[in-house]
């Protein structure tokens, strides 16, 4: 026995307004361009604005002359993570200092929670690599603050690095580290 139910007009355009402001609440990470070193003033604006954000930073140390100074620099140069509806990006994407969304397709491009997390893990870690394998190997990094990483080794002006996925589609995040206990990765 088949039962068939059958809608009213009203019903659907009922149930078609519940899913629109269902859809229009739904707050995610999306990944927002930015100018040349205009990342920390996009993050401002941002946050004026009651917007989440993320800016990932790394301490790096400079020496000029006699001095020798830490600085805190982005993660990723050139991008800030904010969290917020698919419509609210229209009202983002070009915030003084900022490009526009990452898109692709035309579609503003979306980091999930974990990647965000994950990138906040690599900022914990002060970078630098001696002691690794060959450039192509892919290793498992298994003690420290970047425990359960994966990356590849890479070499560039004569040293090996450790590139790690950033969770942007085609960047990748070059470290440097220093006796770190890791598996080699079949």
């Known amino acids: 026995m088949v ?5 009213g007009e009203k019903d659907i355009l009922q149930e078609a307004e519940l899913c ?3 859809m229009e609440k739904v707050e995610e990470w999306f990944v927002l361009r930015t100018k040349i070193r205009k990342e920390f003033l996009v993050q401002e604006n941002l946050v004026q604005k009651g917007f989440e954000t993320e800016l990932p930073l790394t301490t790096k140390l400079i020496s000029t002359k006699n001095i020798i100074r830490k600085i805190k620099k982005p993660l990723i140069s050139g ?3 904010v969290k917020c509806t698919e419509r609210q990006t229209e009202g983002l994407r070009f915030l003084p200092g900022s490009i526009d969304f990452l898109r692709i397709n035309n579609i503003p491009q979306k980091i999930s929670q974990s990647e965000i997390l994950r990138l906040k893990k690599l900022c914990e870690f002060d ?4 002691s690794v394998p060959e450039a192509g190997t892919k290793i ?3 003690s420290g603050v970047l425990k359960g990483i994966t990356g590849i080794v890479r070499t560039k002006k004569n040293k090996n690095y450790f ?7 085609g960047i990748y ?3 440097e580290i220093k006796n770190t206990e890791f598996k080699i990765i079949q």
């Open 79 to 81: 991008y800030v993570f």
């Open 173 to 175: 995040i070059r470290i």
């Open 163 to 169: 590139f790690v996925e950033s969770g942007i589609n």
């Open 127 to 130: 970078p630098e690599i001696s």
């Open 20 to 22: 629109v402001i269902v």
């Open 140 to 142: 498992l990094i298994t």
């Open 3 to 7: 039962i068939l139910s059958f809608f």
